[in-house]
């Protein structure tokens, strides 16, 4: 016969678990949670609720709605940073990007806004013998991309227009927008669709689109796309990728929520 012996949790490690619930609980939704709500959830009462709550807004871990209710505070997201962004959203994304490429046969990329231009983080490419190449490290000017095109209408015009001269709006084609004024135009179009396209723009015989990916805080943490050769990817085809890229982007965007 096995004895076992009951130890009793110090009343701290107690309190913990019940921060950690809440917590846990809390990041599962994006509408956030009010204290009563929260209460039935983790099935604790609401008195201690509160006061766990009160704490970790207090430390700047949870912000406190209009409404009532609690959300997930940049600050919380702010203790991730011991492990790299890019081997996070990498590690989300390469499954999904290998399930969207299996889908539609083109090559798919991740890219992050770097010192005023897109940096590719991870690509998986296409299987086809004529494709889009790309390599990870790649950078790519802002303007002429669909990556870049998304990054920059996660920002406000003004910083927009700062990027823009930083590194400038050249001509890379025929087709490459390089009127700042034209571009800042592409730009509040993709805000309103929610998705880009480089048509042609970047590189001649090459058509691409791309999608944010949001991070925990709800704002443009990178790009996702898609591109091929205008021979395949027609804009009607381009087109009609979008829902299933956007699709994509939304599950590393909870991915990376965790």
Same mark, same amino acid.
């Given at each position: 016969?096995?004895?076992?012996?009951?130890? *009793?949790?110090?009343?701290?490690? =107690?309190?913990?678990?019940?921060?950690?619930?809440?917590? @846990?609980?809390?990041? &599962?939704?994006?509408?956030?949670?009010?204290? !009563?709500?929260? /209460? $039935?959830?983790?099935?604790?009462?609401? !008195?201690?609720?509160?006061?766990?709550?009160?704490?970790? @807004?207090?430390?700047?871990?949870?912000?406190?709605?209009?409404?009532?209710?609690? $959300?997930?505070?940049?600050?919380?997201?702010?203790?991730?940073?011991?492990?790299?962004?890019?081997?996070?959203?990498?590690?989300? /994304?390469?499954?999904?990007?290998?399930?969207?490429?299996?889908?539609?046969? @083109?090559?798919?990329?991740?890219?992050?806004?770097?010192? &005023?231009?897109?940096?590719?983080?991870?690509?998986?490419?296409?299987? %086809? /013998?004529?494709?889009?190449?790309?390599?990870?490290?790649?950078?790519?000017?802002?303007?002429?991309?669909?990556?870049?095109?998304?990054?920059?209408?996660?920002?406000?015009?003004?910083?927009?227009? $700062?990027?823009?001269?930083?590194?400038?709006?050249?001509?890379?084609?025929?087709?490459?927008?390089?009127?700042?004024?034209?571009?800042?135009? @592409?730009?509040?179009?993709?805000?309103?669709?929610?998705?880009?396209?480089?048509? %042609?723009?970047?590189?001649?015989?090459?058509?691409?689109?791309?999608?944010?990916? !949001?991070?925990?805080?709800?704002?443009?943490?990178?790009?996702?796309?898609?591109?091929?050769?205008?021979?395949?990817?027609?804009?009607? =085809?381009?087109?009609?990728?979008?829902?299933?890229?956007? *699709?994509?982007?939304?599950?590393?965007?909870?991915?990376?929520?965790?």
């Amino acid at each position: 016969m096995t004895n076992t012996v009951a130890v *009793a949790e110090p009343g701290g490690v =107690r309190v913990l678990h019940k921060t950690l619930d809440i917590l @846990e609980t809390i990041k &599962g939704t994006e509408s956030g949670f009010r204290l !009563a709500e929260l /209460a $039935r959830k983790v099935e604790l009462p609401k !008195a201690t609720v509160y006061r766990i709550l009160t704490t970790l @807004e207090g430390r700047g871990y949870l912000d406190r709605a209009p409404d009532g209710s609690y $959300r997930m505070a940049k600050k919380l997201f702010d203790l991730q940073r011991a492990v790299p962004l890019e081997q996070v959203l990498s590690r989300v /994304a390469q499954p999904l990007m290998e399930k969207l490429v299996a889908s539609c046969k @083109e090559t798919v990329n991740l890219g992050l806004l770097d010192a &005023g231009e897109v940096v590719v983080i991870n690509t998986v490419e296409s299987p %086809q /013998a004529v494709r889009m190449s790309s390599k990870i490290g790649n950078r790519r000017f802002l303007h002429s991309t669909a990556l870049g095109k998304v990054m920059l209408a996660g920002l406000l015009d003004k910083e927009v227009m $700062r990027l823009l001269r930083l590194k400038g709006t050249p001509k890379l084609t025929d087709e490459t927008l390089t009127n700042k004024a034209a571009v800042l135009a @592409e730009i509040q179009k993709v805000r309103q669709q929610g998705w880009a396209l480089d048509n %042609q723009e970047n590189e001649l015989e090459g058509r691409c689109i791309g999608a944010p990916i !949001a991070g925990p805080d709800g704002h443009v943490l990178a790009a996702l796309s898609i591109s091929g050769p205008v021979f395949r990817m027609s804009l009607e =085809r381009a087109c009609g990728l979008v829902a299933e890229l956007k *699709a994509i982007c939304g599950e590393i965007s909870r991915g990376v929520r965790g």
